[in-house]
């Protein structure tokens, strides 16, 4: 199967079965290293510090391994699961250009909130380390590798389940850092809506490379700056993220129809 010619790709039966188990073997696997290095450090999950950073890095970068083994060992090779080339890349040049607005925006927003108070060399030096794990291996994960199987069903479908699957494992939120069923709702719906656009540019580009470093740069931006839902700037964020997610789906939706003629016809 060639990455130029995605449609609706052959791939293993029961495909919805092996995307099921690989999601939860990787999520069970971060959340026991996680918790316990959380045990061994003795730390306090509804603080962001060095130390729960570290435990965070640490589990994610064994589910990085992990994933990667699991790439190798796929059916698919690692070129077909997006490590490549971006191509369209005329077409693309929107996405540079949105994704500049949209950082524009928000840090226009941010200017009335201003960064965390402990933001030490240290604190700096572990964000940054723990945003690159997080979006390289969360992007291997949903926009590699659950994508990629989920295109049995065809292109529409792929964005869409694979997107669920991403909103739901954000649930996590709740447990380590969000702590309250009304937050973790809304970050499950952030995230749902933000692999909808992600996986759209997936199928646009045939590369995750772009949606790797979009990740690795809005969560470095959330985590460097102060927010809360208790301050402006906090709900700005998350409507921002909103607004700008569903519109940059839409907005690729009818390059993926024109990309994707045949499946046109399954678009909901």
Not at 66 to 81: D, H
Not at 104 to 124: K, M
Not at 129 to 156: A, D, M, N, Q, S
Not at 214 to 235: C, E, K, P, Q, Y
């Amino acid at each position: 199967m060639s990455i130029k010619n995605l449609g609706k790709a052959a791939v293993p039966r029961y495909a919805a079965l092996k995307v099921s188990g690989i999601v939860v073997s990787m999520f069970s696997i971060y959340m026991l290293t996680l918790m316990l290095f959380v045990y061994i450090l003795e730390i306090d999950l509804t603080i962001v510090s060095n130390e729960f950073l570290i435990a965070n890095t640490l589990a994610y970068v064994v589910c990085v391994a992990v994933g990667m083994l699991i790439c190798w060992r796929s059916v698919f090779t690692f070129n077909e699961i997006g490590f490549c080339h971006p191509v369209n890349t005329k077409r693309g040049l929107y996405f540079w250009t949105i994704a500049a607005v949209h950082v524009v925006y928000l840090l226009i927003l941010w200017t009335g909130v201003g960064p965390v108070n402990d933001l030490a060399p240290s604190f700096l030096v572990i964000t940054i380390v723990f945003t690159v794990v997080v979006g390289f291996g969360e992007e291997i994960l949903f926009r590699g590798l659950v994508f990629r199987y989920l295109l049995k069903f065809g292109i529409f479908k792929a964005i869409l389940f694979s997107s669920l699957l991403f909103g739901l494992v954000h649930i996590v939120g709740g447990i380590t850092d969000v702590n309250n069923i009304f937050g973790t709702l809304l970050q499950i719906f952030n995230a749902f809506l933000f692999g909808l656009a992600a996986a759209s540019l997936v199928a646009v580009t045939k590369s995750i490379w772009p949606v790797i470093i979009w990740h690795i740069v809005m969560n470095l931006l959330s985590m460097v700056f102060d927010f809360s839902f208790a301050t402006t700037g906090g709900w700005a964020f998350v409507i921002a993220n909103v607004v700008f997610n569903s519109a940059f789906a839409l907005w690729l939706l009818p390059q993926i129809k024109s990309l994707y003629p045949k499946a046109a016809m399954d678009t909901p």
